[in-house]
């Protein structure tokens, strides 16, 4: 019985590793799952398959970094789209490889997956039309906010010391278009998000002046790709071509090209400046999850 119970524990133990070698898995099939988004500031769809953005793009790099490393003549990247509530089971299963969405390291994620070093720093933020009269939290009382299912930010609004007292509905959108949206057609007074997802949001609709971002920086937060947990070489690829694309200064022209420049479909421009936040993190790359930001 003691036999039969160790040679289990060593097959599983076996298939866990298997099951965790991702780089072999890509050698072997010749192709990548890509998990990206529909709607984010840095990943988003144009229709018919093609998919784009800052972290779209980076990823792609990193992938042919990947191709170099593993020898292969080609390599397939297989694009699949993942939302903010399927990203984490989709890396787990197996059926992305390689998420590189708009995906917040924290700490309580990181017990289900591991991230890379961190390659944008979020600041959740406000958006509202323009007209309303809301400069900041203390005006939410009584308002509809939006927000996108899975995803933490009207906690993190709920938890900001300038909430007390603050009562407001929250009502969800599918994605973050659906959750714009709401905001667009008036059955929402705010959109509560990461400042790339509202900005690239406004600059997509109709009528940009329209909109505006306001009120107080309710957290800041790293965002990563994300991998499979304790693949350790996985992980140590993704990191190297993440940190030689900061240092060869490649990082910085797809940041001038994603946030500074018109970009498709509209041929508008986001203008996000980059942040110091994220300056920071490029400086010294790290993996370190949004608790630590917090700390003072």
Known sequence: MKTSLLLLASLLATLGTAQADTLQK???????SLG???SSGLSYTLGNGKFVGFHTEMAERVIADLQKQLGLAKL?????PVTSQNRIPLVQNGTVDLECGSTTNNATRQKDVSFAVTTYVEEVRIAVKANSGITGIAQLNGKSVATTTGTTSVQTLRKHERATGVDFKEVFGKDHADSFLLLESGRADAFVMDGS???ANIAKS????NFKIVGEVLSVEPIACMLRKDDVAFKKAVDGS??????SGDMAKLYDKWFMQPIPPAN????LLLSEATKAAWASPNDRPMEDYAKK
């Open 206 to 209: 109709k009528n940009p002046a």
């Open 268 to 271: 508008t421009r986001i203008g």
């Open 26 to 32: 890509i050698k072997d099939s010749g192709s990548i």
């Open 36 to 38: 990206v988004r529909e």
């Open 76 to 80: 397939e990247i297989k694009y699949q």
């Open 197 to 199: 997802i509202l900005a």
């Open 242 to 247: 993440i940190q030689g694309l900061i240092k």
